[in-house]
């Protein structure tokens, strides 16, 4: 009996000690962004892999390059939620009182991800701010939160351009991916009436099914995988995943929406696109680009992307 009972707590043990592994590398790889990560990843002409961006690369590098050479503002808070440092690029093409704040990617850089709604708003006239999510670029922070809270810095960023700017600012939300996620999350968080409209490109429903889709693909137990990340995010960084997700907030908003995505995204479903956009409550418009590959609409349809923009934009910001 003494023997069994040895090797019963020999197996728990084993067991326990692989269930911590496996929670720790599993955040490690999703959620965890060192400081070594985050200056690696902050070249915005770092290019996106795979044949299916091959021929857009010369594209997205010019407009990078012509977005670098703008002069611009650092600007940073505080996060009003766990005081984390945040910092963007200020671009003011303008004295109008309008402006669009950017929100960009996993892993991602604003010029990179937003380089095609960079153009746009300078070619308008509207001012822009590029923020660096938490977690990445020049602002603090080690951990993405998958928009959890990353939709509090959304709302921390408009109240400082309204601080800024004035009460009769009017704000555009625009994000990419990640991007996208934030600013749907951030769609029933109590923001104020300056916002005037939301543009997402290529955002996940959830963070549990985006999380989820991409484990299974990269050949992880995702029945273990799931629930190990969720304690391991509750244990460091006091992170529950599953607190908000894009579908829920959009079913309590009356901003207006417009959705846009790829139907050859093979990162973030199209499927999810459609999700989104069935549960909002508001005003909502649904744009799908025919072989758009994942952030990368503007670039498969610059057209048709910009047309459809242009026209959501001023019809949120006509009144």
Known sequence: MIVLAI?????????????????VRTFRVTCYHSD??????????????????AGMMPQMHGLVSEAESEPFEWVEIRSSRDGT???????????QKVINIFFHGYKGTSFRDGCGGFKMAKEKGQNILLADQRANGASGGNVIAFGVNERYDCLDWVNYAVG?????????????????????????????????GIVADCGYSSPKEIICKVAK????????CWPLLKIACRIYAKLDLEEATAVNSVKRT??????????DDRYVPCEMAYKIYEACASKKELLIIPGAPHAAAFLADEKKYRETVDRFTAECLKD
């Not at 901003?255 to 846009?260: D, G, H, S, V």
């Open 7 to 23: 090797i019963a707590a020999i197996v728990l043990l084993s067991f326990a000690a692989f269930a911590v592994y496996v929670a």
């Open 85 to 95: 440092l945040l910092k963007g690029r200020l671009y003011r093409f303008s004295d």
């Open 217 to 224: 693909e990269e050949g992880f137990p995702v029945a273990l």
């Open 36 to 53: 070594a990560q985050k200056l690696r990843h902050n070249d915005p002409h770092i290019e996106m892999s795979g044949e299916q961006y």
């Open 254 to 263: 009356d901003i207006p929406i417009l959705i846009i995505h790829g139907d």
């Open 164 to 196: 800024r700017f004035g009460d009769d600012l009017k704000v555009m939300l625009s994000g990419v991916s990640l991007g996208a996620a934030t600013v749907l999350m951030a769609s029933d968080v109590g923001l104020p009436k300056n916002v005037k």
